[in-house]
């Protein structure tokens, strides 16, 4: 299934946080667009909604608040993505290697998404206020009411009105979204690999566009798993501290009842446009930032 590696933090961190700075840049704009989408209020009898859709949205983003509008609440995320995509790949390379019984035994497939079951619970920490402030500052940004003045001033009024609580809110949910969206993201990405590299050739000698591919499609399964889960959270977070008294179970019935099943994929489209080039991206900066960590070892 794919060949052990020594984890090694420091470059697990390197690498990491390039690919995650470029998964960012990819792909904020697009989740700007879902996090709209999935938290637009119901339409009233009569009335269109806000959004017709993820184009729409986006046309009418960029029209209100130009091209910057789209990476608003970009900062918290780009601050956080360094240890957060170290953590996930050094997770990773940790839940390989715990099932190891010796290093240069290859996983089965079942392995793999344990070890990414493992990457996505040591990712929920770092990642579930993160995506609480991106979150808030995303909707607010779309409502034109300006409650906070930027990711700390977000942060200061939760924890001053909440405490850890009201900044570690939707964590739950974070944990049931990304352990198994994640098992199935790196499972994926090792599987589409071996099946890209050509007869006779390393998967270490992948090339570019096939890691691109790779990485592309891994973050599309990923996501195919985790946007159910993620829909709650982001209604979830967004909502004032008393709206939703029994928790997510509020939020999933309402959803439901009022909307249908089909609200549980809202923002789907935009999540497809956005899963392929972001993770391919990722990917592609991992895998080369890896690639030249190890080119300069041997120079060293």
């Not at 209020?41 to 017709?52: E, K, M, N, T």
Request: a positive charge; glycine letters at 12%; charged letters at 20%.
């Amino acid at each position: 299934m794919g060949k052990s590696q020594r984890v090694s933090p420091l470059r697990n961190l390197l690498a990491g946080g390039v690919g995650g700075v470029c998964l960012i840049l990819a792909g904020h704009p697009l989740d700007t667009v879902k996090v709209r989408l999935q938290t637009q209020p119901r339409a009233v009898p009569g009335c269109s909604p806000l959004y017709q859709g993820a184009i729409d949205c986006l046309r009418k983003t960029v029209a209100s608040e130009g091209l910057s509008g789209l990476y608003k609440g970009m900062t918290a995320p780009i601050l956080a993505i360094t240890p957060v995509t170290a953590v996930v790949f050094f997770g990773y390379g940790l839940g390989k290697k715990m099932q190891q019984k010796h290093p240069e035994e290859r996983l089965t497939r079942g392995q793999l998404f344990t070890a990414g079951m493992i990457a996505g619970i040591f990712s929920t920490v770092i990642l579930s206020p993160v995506e609480r402030i991106k979150c808030l500052l995303q909707i607010q940004a779309g409502t034109g009411e300006r409650k906070y003045a930027g990711p700390g001033d977000c942060i200061k009024q939760l924890y001053k009105g909440s405490g850890l609580s009201g900044i570690y809110k939707g964590t739950l949910l974070t944990l049931l979204r990304d352990v198994p969206a994640t098992g199935v993201y790196f499972l994926s990405y090792e599987w589409l690999k071996d099946i890209l590299t050509p007869k006779g050739k390393s998967v270490s000698e992948l090339s570019s566009p096939r890691i691109l591919l790779a990485g592309g499609m891994a973050g599309v399964f990923n996501w195919m798993v985790a946007i159910p889960p993620d829909v709650v959270k982001s209604r979830f977070q967004t909502a004032p501290d008393a709206m939703y008294p029994n928790g997510f179970r509020d939020v999933l019935r309402e959803l439901v009842r009022e909307e249908g099943i089909g609200s549980l994929y809202k923002g789907f489209s935009a999540v497809m446009l956005r899963a392929f080039p972001a993770n391919a991206a990722c990917f592609l900066g991992f895998e080369l930032s890896m690639r030249f960590l190890d080119w300069l070892s041997t120079r060293l």
